[in-house]
């Protein structure tokens, strides 16, 4: 079974400094893709970010940049310059393989709160 | 743009009521699915569908129905509603032949039984 841990409950971070949300994986597969989404007070998941397990560079997006580590099973997602727009919740969620059906399906994590102080 | 739209955003139904929550999206994608979300459990997956009239059991289905019967439109039943299903339900679509089968959200129905 796939899991996904992530210990920060919450987080605060000083507009305009970057910041690591952390995040754990646990499956056997190895072909697999890590995704980081992203919830506002408004409750809508905004896809930010994704790394798959087969992907050598590190996945950047803007700001967001997703810091790999295969062998410890870890996919930290780091915000630069934060802005206090950036104040939400943060989930990060697996994928399992690559070929349809169940292989859809994302596993979430418990996510982390992000407030970003000016 | 993928817009995924749910019903309602607020809902209160009476313990033992049957509740639909409904859930189009306008991308022509093949996948579609059902969460609950509850604070400090994260997302939780109920239900999924990747094709017209087929269904898979998510981690939590208990208590949960749905059906599938157009490709836009995936709806999540409660057969008989019970406070401990008051919660925030998310629905998320895929398109299954994109690479990353990255899922777009709608906007969530916050369910409150009484």
């Known amino acids: 079974a796939q899991k996904i841990t992530q210990t920060q409950p919450g987080m605060f971070v000083q507009e305009k400094e970057a910041v690591t949300l952390d995040c754990t994986y646990d499956?056997?597969?190895?072909?697999?893709?890590l995704f980081w989404y992203k919830q506002p007070s408004s409750g809508e998941m905004i896809f930010l970010i994704y790394?798959?397990?087969?992907?050598?560079q590190n996945a950047t997006e803007g700001r967001y940049s997703l810091n790999f580590q295969k062998a410890r099973k870890s996919a930290n997602l780091v915000i630069s310059a934060s802005q206090l727009g950036d104040s939400a919740m943060y989930f990060c969620?697996?994928?399992?393989?690559?070929?349809?059906?169940?292989?859809?399906?994302?596993?979430f994590g418990k996510g982390t709160l992000l407030t970003v102080n000016p | 743009d993928v817009k995924v739209t749910q019903s309602s955003r607020y809902l209160v139904k009476r313990t033992g009521e049957k509740v639909f929550l409904e859930c189009v999206q306008d991308?022509?994608?093949?996948?579609m699915f059902w969460y609950r979300q509850d604070p400090g459990l994260g997302l939780r997956l109920i239900y999924f569908?990747?094709?017209?009239?087929?269904?898979e059991k998510g981690d939590i289905p208990e208590g949960y129905s749905v059906s599938r019967e157009k490709k836009e439109r995936f709806s999540l039943i409660l057969e008989s509603a019970s406070t401990n299903q008051t919660s925030m339900y998310l629905c998320?679509?895929?398109?299954?032949?994109?690479?990353?089968?990255?899922?777009?959200f709608g906007p969530g129905t916050r369910l409150t039984v009484t």
């Open positions: 998320a679509s895929s398109d299954a032949t994109a690479f990353l089968y990255e899922q777009y």
């Open positions: 499956t056997s597969d190895q072909s697999y893709g």
């Open positions: 790394q798959g397990s087969y992907d050598e």
């Open positions: 969620a697996m994928r399992v393989g690559y070929s349809g059906g169940s292989n859809y399906k994302l596993t």
């Open positions: 991308m022509d994608h093949e996948n």
């Open positions: 569908s990747y094709d017209v009239k087929m269904k």
